[in-house]
Every structure is written in C-alpha cells, then in structure tokens.
C-alpha cells in the first residue's frame, strides 16, 4: 500500500495517522510506503517497522540535501539493500528581529 502519511508509531496521535493506521489494520497489506513526517527516521530511529503482520517504510525528508532520502527495498529477501538518510541542510533564514533558535 502507497500512502502519504505514515500510521502513528508513538503515543502521540495525529488524526491523519490514526486514519493510516487504521487502513494497515482493515487491510493488513504486506508493505505500507509512505513519505510524511519528515523527521522520521530521526524521531523514530529507523526507516523500517512492523505493525502485526505489515512492513512499513517512511525515509522521511531532508530538504536541501544533494541526494534525497531514499530506501531501496529488496522485497523478495525482504531486506533494506540500501539506505541514504540525512539531516536537512537547507539554510533557513530568520526574519529581522525573530532570529531562529540556535542561530548566531
């Protein structure tokens, strides 16, 4: 199964994550791609978990970066061939007078 947003994996539940979760748990697909949260990896520790019986699969984002987060997936072995996750990179400007958190 394709979708956007990733199912909720944490006790924090965002609407359209319990609706994802939802769907694994009426349809049990073998594989759940999706491609939201863009700190995902980094808040979750991994690009790859389980739910029951479904794999599910979310590289997340890092906006800026030469080469965009990505995994691939060989789904015959069922194992993660190759993985590139990186932290954003873009510059974000403050706005004069609202510098941005950590910012000099």
């Known amino acids: 199964m394709l979708h956007h947003v990733p199912p909720s ?3 924090e539940l965002v609407s359209e994550e319990v609706d ?3 769907l694994i748990e009426r ?5 759940f791609l999706c ?4 700190n995902f990896p980094r808040l979750t520790g991994a690009v790859r ?3 029951q019986k479904t794999i599910v699969l979310d590289p997340g984002q890092a ?3 030469a080469i965009p987060n ?3 997936y060989d789904f015959c072995a069922d194992i993660i061939v190759k993985e590139h996750i990186a932290t954003s990179t873009r510059k974000r400007n403050s706005i004069p ?3 941005l958190k950590n910012e000099d």
């Not at 349809?27 to 594989?31: E, G, T």
């Not at 491609?35 to 863009?38: D, K, M, R, S």
Request: net charge positive; hydrophobic share 35%; aromatic share 12%.
């Open 9 to 11: 994996l944490r006790n």
């Open 20 to 22: 994802a979760l939802k």
């Open 27 to 31: 349809y049990h697909p073998d594989y």
């Open 35 to 38: 491609e939201h949260l863009h």
């Open 49 to 51: 978990h389980r739910i």
């Open 63 to 65: 906006l800026g970066n």
């Open 70 to 72: 990505h995994v691939v």
């Open 97 to 99: 007078g609202f510098p």
